[in-house]
């Protein structure tokens, strides 16, 4: 699976829109991008996915370039419960079963 | 729908002994697979399990293993457990494999080795 590097942290008030960005040059052309969000002591919860250009869905829009090299995560008006660590994993469809490599994670701290 | 259930939630044991622990993926998922999280290590994959073979394994030592039964439930197994095996141990099941499927986590269990 191809590497990626997020911020380790950013911090935001309430309200604020958020973009963290992933950077991932390594990205084969099967690889779709995938975020995952996961609060202290639970297991990652999946956010949104996509594979080129833009998709956007009910929590959060995720941004991707034409050269796939990097995307962008973008959550609305966050509120104190969007605090958490936030994952930006790629893997493909051709990859031979599932192994999820998750980095650092980026976290997230809201404050009002 | 129910979700990703494991079992126990918590445990404590000593080192040498040895522990199983179960998972119990959404209903009608084939695909479960094992991921270990450490504060200094991260979320770490263990191996995954599609109708009852491994698909892929992580580089863990065989101490580490693991079962899938016929109903897709998965059991994982440390054996000669040692301090540095203190770790969230967390299950997800996806309706199908590959790194493209969205994977469902469970609560995971948190064990404690004394």
């Known amino acids: 699976l191809a590497k990626t590097t997020q911020p380790i942290s950013m911090d935001s008030y309430e309200g604020q829109e958020v973009n963290i960005t992933c950077s991932h040059n390594?990205?084969?052309?099967?690889?779709?991008i995938t975020w995952y969000q996961q609060f202290p002591s639970q297991g990652p919860r999946f956010i949104i996915q996509?594979?080129?250009t833009k998709v956007t869905n009910e929590v959060a829009s995720l941004f991707i370039p034409a050269d796939r090299k990097s995307s962008t995560l973008s959550l609305p008006r966050v509120s104190l419960s969007d605090t958490a660590v936030y994952y930006c994993?790629?893997?493909?469809?051709?990859?031979?079963?599932?192994?999820?490599?998750f980095g650092k994670g980026t976290t997230l701290s809201v404050s009002s | 729908k129910a979700g990703v259930t494991q079992t126990p939630r918590y445990l404590i044991k000593t080192r040498g002994q040895q522990v199983t622990l179960s998972c119990s993926p959404i209903?009608?998922?084939?695909?479960v697979s094992w991921y270990q999280q450490t504060p200094g290590q991260g979320l770490q994959f263990l191996f995954e399990?599609?109708?009852?073979?491994?698909?892929n394994k992580g580089n863990f030592p065989g101490r580490f293993s693991g079962r899938q039964f016929s109903n897709s439930r998965s059991e994982m197994n440390v054996s000669t457990l040692e301090l540095g095996d203190s770790a969230l141990y967390l299950c997800?099941?996806?309706?199908?494999?590959?790194?493209?499927?969205?994977?469902?986590f469970g609560p995971g269990t948190r064990l404690t080795v004394l």
């Open positions: 997800a099941s996806s309706m199908t494999s590959g790194s493209d499927n969205e994977q469902f």
């Open positions: 390594n990205i084969a052309t099967n690889d779709y």
């Open positions: 996509g594979y080129k």
């Open positions: 994993l790629v893997g493909g469809a051709n990859q031979a079963g599932t192994a999820l490599i």
């Open positions: 209903s009608g998922h084939r695909s």
């Open positions: 399990y599609f109708s009852e073979t491994q698909r």
